[in-house]
Every structure is written in C-alpha cells, then in structure tokens.
C-alpha cells in the first residue's frame, strides 16, 4: 500500500510564496509509486484548506503561487486531519513551511500531539534553529565558531538605546544587524558607522522584538546540505555562493532576483577545508538535535577560519533551490532526497523522545 503523504505549504510567514513554489516542486517529483501525495495550504490569514489537484502551483507568467483562501477547509486536532468531515487518512506530514508558525517548532508540536509522523526536526530543534540568539551559543559549546555579537531587546532599546548604542559602538565596524528569528535576509542591514546604528535596529525590530548585532566576517559564504540516510546524518558536497558585485551582500534580491546569485558545486577551496566544514554541518546538526535535513551556512575566512552562520531546518525546497542541487551534485537526486526524508520521517527521530 501506497503511503499517504500531505505536503503543507504556504502560511503566514513572509515565505508564503517560495514555501507554495517548493510543495509544487515536491509534488512533481515525489516518487508516486511509493507514495500517494495530497497538497494542504495554510492561506496568509491562517486558515488550513484543501488545494485542488489542478491550483497552479509553479511561477507562471511572474506570477508567484499562493494557497487560494477560498477551497475545502481542512480541520486539524489530536485526531488527526480531516476534511468535510471524515478523517485524510495521512501517513506522512512534509511541512513545506519556512519562518514562524512552519519552521520553528510550532506544526511540529501540533503534529506531535495529533501523533503524525512528519519530515524534519522536531519541536526543541527547529525553535532553537529559528533563533539565532540561541542556536550560536549552542554551536560555540560544541566548537563551532560564530561571529561575536549580542542581541537587543526592543524592550531595552526603548529604555536604554544610549548605553546600547554604545556597546554596540565597541564591537567595532562594520557590522551587521539583523533580527534574531528573521529569514531571506528581511530586516538585516550593514552597519558602517554609529549613525547607522539606530535605523538598523529599529529596521530588524519590525521583524522581530530581538535583533542580534555581529561584527562583519569577512569572507565567502559556503553552503552545506545535510541529509539523514538510514538514520545517519550525511553532509553532501559543500558549495560557495557567488553573488552579483553589485549587492553588498546576500540579500533579500540577490537570494530571489533572477541570475543574481549562484552556487558553485564543488566550492573551489582545499578538500581538507571542504572536509572540516562538512564534519561541521554535520555536528551543527547534531548539536541542536536535528532530523531529517538541514541546510548550514558558513562563512569561510581568507585565512580558512570557519564559522558558521545559521542552520535552516526547513530550507528552500524547490527544484532549483540550494539544498537539492548540491544534493544533485553529490550523486543523489530530488525524488531520492524526498524518498529518504519520507523514510527518516517514519522512524520517527524528531518525536517528543528523539534526537
Ligand atoms: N556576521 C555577519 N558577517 C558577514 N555577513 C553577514 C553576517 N550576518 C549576516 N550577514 C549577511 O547577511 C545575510 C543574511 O543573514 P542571515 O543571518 O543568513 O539571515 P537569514 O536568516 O535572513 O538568511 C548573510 O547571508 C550574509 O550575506
Ligand atoms: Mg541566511
């Protein structure tokens, strides 16, 4: 028997759009000989619903996707998913979700209590992976490096924005500024000088009431897709993300303008070096507990220090999209990657007593 697989896409974050792009990258590719795959939308307002087989789910005519807020509602409790009131009968959940509400261990905790096996990292994982201000510590516990900084409450700014600016001031220049819990690099800013200061991190408080404030790394960035086969996670070839000069750095537009960006697969750096950052992907992974997959960012200095700069529990999934391609690379296709994440997500390795 074929098992029933609900790709979840859409919902409230600010990633709606790509998170839509990616189920409908899924769904083509999903291995239908194994697997029976049903498409569920969480729409910007929050409501859960049915996506009709035949909903455009690609980018056509620049036209992005969304989940249509007028379809079959979908009701989910500790009974499972239903709709028009009989059960769906899932097997599998592929929360295709990205940000807040998707990403960071709130559907996984509703999955958790509905006892539905899902792909990904399970609820400490992904809400200690949203936030930067406490996945670094954890990576620097384990000996991972990461950029030195702190983080600002709005809460503290408001009442204390001098002394903070300050302190900020005597982590030295340039620096960068960015919401704590942030994604796609909305709200995160290059600091030059202190009269920048305030502006930025009144800019990452309207994403998030805890910005972190970082000295600048200087050097390449290097991207490493982790994956859980037969229970162990792997690191795949390591990419350097090559972005257009004309961008200061990794942006919002250089990640979604077309031809901005680009990976090149393999980085061109030593092997050895290539080696330390894929054995560090994979003990990123397993610091925080993760399951299922993971996407690490690196920054690689001149003089081949690495540190890293964030884990995403649930990246970018579309065909073309950084996670598959160096997958691609290193032997292992789109419809192999979903088949392995499926398998790792029945052995059940991000429930309440997992990793
Ligand atoms: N400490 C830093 N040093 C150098 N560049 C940084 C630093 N922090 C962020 N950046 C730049 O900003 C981009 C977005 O920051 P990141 O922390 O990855 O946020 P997001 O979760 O939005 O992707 C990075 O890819 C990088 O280009
Ligand atoms: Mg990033």
Redesign the pocket.
């Known amino acids: 028997m074929k098992e029933r697989v609900a790709i979840i896409c859409g919902g409230r974050s600010s990633e709606h759009e790509i998170s839509c792009i990616s189920a409908g990258g899924v769904l083509a590719a999903i291995d239908r000989s194994k697997y029976e795959p049903i498409l569920i939308g969480i729409t910007r307002t929050g409501q859960w619903v049915l996506i009709p087989e035949n909903h455009q789910m690609t980018i056509r005519d620049g036209v992005l996707p969304t989940v249509p807020e007028t379809a079959p509602a979908v009701v989910v409790d500790v009974a499972g998913l239903s709709s028009g009131g009989s059960a769906l009968s899932i097997d599998i959940v592929f929360p295709l979700l990205h940000g807040p509400y998707g990403e960071d261990g709130s559907i996984q905790g509703l999955l958790e209590m509905a006892d539905i096996a899902y792909v990904g990292s399970g609820v400490l994982a992904s809400a200690v992976a949203m936030d930067?201000s406490f996945a670094k510590p954890i990576f620097a516990a384990h000996g991972i490096a990461t950029?030195h900084g702190i983080v600002v409450k709005a809460s503290d700014w408001k009442t204390n924005a001098t002394a903070i600016t300050a302190e900020i001031e005597s982590l030295g220049f340039p620096l960068?500024i960015?919401p704590a819990r942030?994604?796609?690099?909305?709200g995160?800013t290059k600091v030059k000088s202190t009269d920048q200061i305030t502006a930025a991190i009144e800019e990452a408080h309207q994403f998030d009431p805890k910005a972190i404030v970082?000295?600048?790394?200087v050097g390449s960035?290097i991207e490493c897709a982790v994956l859980e086969i037969d229970g162990q996670p792997q690191a795949s070839m390591v990419g350097k993300i090559h972005i257009d000069s004309k961008f200061e750095?990794?942006?919002f537009e250089a990640k979604y303008l077309d031809g901005a960006t680009d990976i090149e697969l393999p980085a061109p750096i030593d092997k050895k070096v290539a080696d330390a950052i894929g054995a560090a992907a994979v003990k990123a992974f397993k610091a925080l507990g993760c399951s299922g997959l993971a996407r690490v960012?690196f920054?690689l200095t001149q003089t081949n220090q690495i540190v890293i700069?964030?884990l995403n529990t649930m990246p970018g999934f579309t065909s073309t999209s950084v996670f598959p391609k160096m997958w691609g690379a290193s032997g292992i296709t789109y419809t192999e990657v979903i088949t392995h994440l499926l398998k790792s997500a029945l052995k059940r390795t991000n429930g309440v007593l997992g990793n």
């Open positions: 930067k950029a960068f960015k942030g994604g796609s690099s909305r995160t970082e000295i600048a790394i960035e750095f990794y942006d960012d920054f700069n964030e």
